[in-house]
């Protein structure tokens, strides 16, 4: 979980504080409830849901002003699922920009403001969250599908 944070919060000339590292760790795995006996679990022994919070909480320790996630809950549970949407509107809220990058309508609908649907390789939509739904998203597809023919 600390790998990606390792150089720049937890280190000062090449030694790492591991209380630092051990204290951030736990403080994480509490806040985005990952299922695990300790930290030093190893990630691979967890379900899925909790890799991919591990995964989260692994680029969250950076404390990017930006984040990427593409595909965040696929091959999740529902309830994992569910606490990754938290987590990610928890971030927006902090002012945090988050891109979400996802082939599941319902998923974008949820938790994002704004939506670009893309075609072929462009946008061909761009839908706000007061006007979007899943017809207006098929349909951003669809005209621009018979544009080309």
Same mark, same amino acid.
């Given at each position: 979980?600390?790998?990606? @944070? ?5 280190? $000062? ?11 951030? @760790?736990?403080?994480?795995? $509490? ?14 022994s ?7 919070? *591990?995964?989260? @909480? ?6 990017? %002003? ?9 091959? /999740?549970? /529902?309830? @994992?699922?569910?606490?990754?949407? &938290? /987590? ?13 990058i ?8 949820g938790? &994002? %403001?704004?939506?670009? *649907?893309?075609?072929?390789?462009h /946008? &061909? ?6 006007? *979007? ?6 349909? &951003?597809?669809?005209? %621009? ?5």
């Amino acid at each position: 979980m600390t790998l990606a @944070a390792l150089r720049n919060f937890f280190s $000062k000339r090449g030694i790492v504080n591991k209380n630092d590292e051990i204290i951030s @760790a736990e403080n994480y795995r $509490k806040k985005i409830n990952v299922k695990t006996n300790s930290i030093n679990q190893s990630v691979s022994s967890l379900s899925g849901g909790n890799q991919q919070k *591990v995964v989260l @909480a692994k680029w969250m320790l950076t404390q990017p %002003d930006i984040l990427i996630l593409d595909e965040p809950t696929r091959g /999740i549970d /529902i309830g @994992a699922k569910y606490e990754i949407y &938290c /987590i990610i509107n928890d971030l927006a809220k902090a002012g945090k920009a988050i891109l979400v990058i996802s082939s599941e309508l319902q998923e974008l609908i949820g938790t &994002c %403001d704004r939506i670009y *649907v893309i075609n072929g390789g462009h /946008i &061909c939509g761009e839908l706000t969250r007061e006007e *979007v739904s899943q017809e207006k998203i098929m349909k &951003c597809i669809m005209e %621009d599908n018979g544009k080309e023919e």
